[in-house]
């Protein structure tokens, strides 16, 4: 099976920047689009940003544009977030998706994280 890992969640001032990254391992055949979600209490989870396996192609939601970057490195199966301008709306779980094959014959089937907690306040 598949396996994401997050980091790089913790506590940040209004303003400040974060960077999360996300790790796949296991049985990989082949990764297409990786992404990541969050989900603010009492609200549902929501796409922040995607990516291509080829990187030539990201996805934003309009609330990160502009402030949010993603970014990734196959040859270490990772993916980044690079967060600027960190609002308290902000405030959320941070989960990673990727969609994974496991053969070369197997269908791409979507694999999460357990999440990590980015907390802005002053």
């Known amino acids: 099976q598949v396996q994401l890992v997050e980091s790089g969640g913790g506590l940040v001032q209004p303003g400040g920047s974060l960077r999360l990254s996300c790790a796949a391992s296991?049985?990989?055949?082949?990764?297409?689009?990786m992404g990541w979600y969050r989900q603010a209490p009492g609200k549902e989870r929501e796409l922040v940003a995607a990516?291509?396996?080829?990187?030539?192609?990201?996805n934003y939601a309009d609330s990160v544009k502009g402030r949010f970057t993603i970014s990734r490195d196959n040859a270490k199966n990772t993916v980044y977030l690079q967060m600027n301008s960190l609002k308290p709306e902000d405030t959320a779980v941070y989960y990673c998706?990727?969609?994974?094959?496991?053969?070369?014959?197997?269908?791409?089937?979507?694999?999460w994280g357990k999440g990590t907690l980015v907390t802005v306040s002053s």
């Open positions: 998706n990727a969609y994974a094959a496991l053969t070369y014959y197997s269908d791409y089937a979507p694999y």
């Open positions: 296991g049985s990989i055949f082949s990764i297409n689009v």
């Open positions: 990516i291509t396996s080829g990187g030539g192609n990201t």
